[in-house]
């Protein structure tokens, strides 16, 4: 099962420029987690954001998260060639034991 | 931190023969592991669910006896492939979580498989 949407589903853009994507979800949720996942990979984590919080920060990474619209945004500052990649978010739902769900994902491509 | 090894990264099978695919917590005791698979272009599908010591839990779509899971003990659970087919060729994750300190989702490296 999926939570919800990502939009765009994929995005091209310059480097040095500014990235946002977003993600919708269904359900309450405990957390929201933002992944990394470069082709043929395995996930990278990159941040987590907690339902009781509204923004968060990491390096060039922003987060929010809009729990009464059940929605989060990732804003990637300042891109690199480097951050070409898959991002998703993914939900805990409140649940006990239950596992993150995913979103569709973003394709992010950075052209240099 | 918590680490999760998974193990083949990647395998390539014939039609009609089997594949497991392991997947071990290093250095904490997962209580419950998860089970991913990816096509190509898309997003991580949860396939089932596992606890240690009893029954997999599968999510609607997946045929258990296809895709048997084993969870025997805390620190590892196995993913078998049965009878695989052509349209089993995906990238299969695992994902552990703990207890205690450690309730975080920590994710295995993935395995692809192709089969031909």
């Known amino acids: 099962s999926q939570q919800g949407e990502e939009d765009p589903q994929a995005l091209s853009i310059q480097e040095g420029e500014n990235a946002t994507m977003n993600c919708s979800y269904k359900?309450?949720?405990?957390?929201l987690q933002w992944y990394r996942q470069n082709s043929g990979r395995g996930l990278v984590h990159l941040i987590l954001?907690?339902?009781?919080?509204r923004e968060k920060h990491s390096g060039r990474l922003r987060v929010t998260l809009d729990t009464s619209k059940k929605s989060s945004s990732l804003l990637i500052t300042a891109s690199r060639a480097a951050d070409t990649a898959s991002y998703f978010c993914?939900?805990?739902?409140?649940?006990?034991?239950?596992?993150?769900?995913f979103g569709k994902g973003t394709t992010l491509s950075v052209s240099s | 931190g918590a680490v999760v090894s998974q193990h083949p990264s990647w395998v390539i099978c014939k039609s009609g023969t089997s594949v497991k695919i392991e997947c071990r917590s290093l250095d904490f005791q997962a209580t419950t592991m998860f089970w991913y698979r990816q096509f190509p272009k898309q997003s991580l599908m949860l396939m089932a669910t596992?606890?240690?010591?009893?029954?997999?839990?599968?999510e609607q779509g997946v045929e258990k006896d296809k895709f048997l899971i084993n969870h025997a003990s805390l620190t590892l659970s196995t993913l078998t492939v049965t009878s695989a087919h052509p349209e089993d060729s995906s990238f299969y994750i695992c994902?552990?979580?703990?207890?205690?300190?450690?309730?975080?989702?920590?994710f295995g490296s993935g395995t692809r498989l192709t089969v031909v």
């Open positions: 994902s552990a979580r703990g207890t205690g300190a450690n309730y975080g989702y920590t």
């Open positions: 954001i907690r339902s009781n919080e």
């Open positions: 596992s606890n240690e010591g009893s029954k997999a839990t599968y």
């Open positions: 359900t309450s949720i405990n957390n």
């Open positions: 993914a939900t805990r739902p409140n649940q006990a034991g239950t596992a993150l769900i």
